[in-house]
Nanobody, 121 residues
Framework: QVQLVESGGGLVQPGGSLRLSCAASGTIFSIDVMDWYRQAPGKERELVATIDSAGGRDYLDSVKGRFTISRDNAENTVYLQMNGLKPEDTAVYYC???????????????WGQGTQVTVSS
């Protein structure tokens, strides 16, 4: 079984920073792409940032220059450094990882449970 556990959410004032972490554990042979998504109340879930196994990154336009995604392959962990936070960044943030879970090179997407980020004065 594979599990993704997120941490680092909370309440922060506009302009503040938070760092989210997502650690994968269990039977893992390799991890391909790792993503951060978010879902605000009444809105669809959207892809915020993605990083592939070689370190290639891409971001949602509204977070470019403010958020940075990174990963530690030795620790099977992905991070999201969020600076210059705005009220519109308020959402539940989820990590997703494309994981090889068998030696036969079968991959599956796994999701974390979500962590709340609230940006408010």
């Amino acid at each position: 079984q594979v599990q993704l556990v997120e941490s680092g959410g909370g309440l922060v004032q506009p302009g503040g920073s938070l760092r989210l972490s997502c650690a994968a554990s269990g039977t893992i042979f390799s991890i391909d792409v790792m993503d951060w998504y978010r879902q605000a109340p009444g809105k669809e879930r959207e892809l915020v940032a993605t990083i592939d196994s070689a370190g290639g990154r891409d971001y949602l336009d509204s977070v470019k220059g403010r958020f940075t995604i990174s990963r530690d392959n030795a620790e099977n962990t992905v991070y999201l450094q969020m600076n210059g936070l705005k009220p519109e960044d308020t959402a539940v943030y989820y990590c997703k990882a494309h994981i090889q879970y068998t030696i036969a090179k079968r991959f599956k997407d796994y999701w974390g449970q979500g962590t709340q980020v609230t940006v408010s004065s």
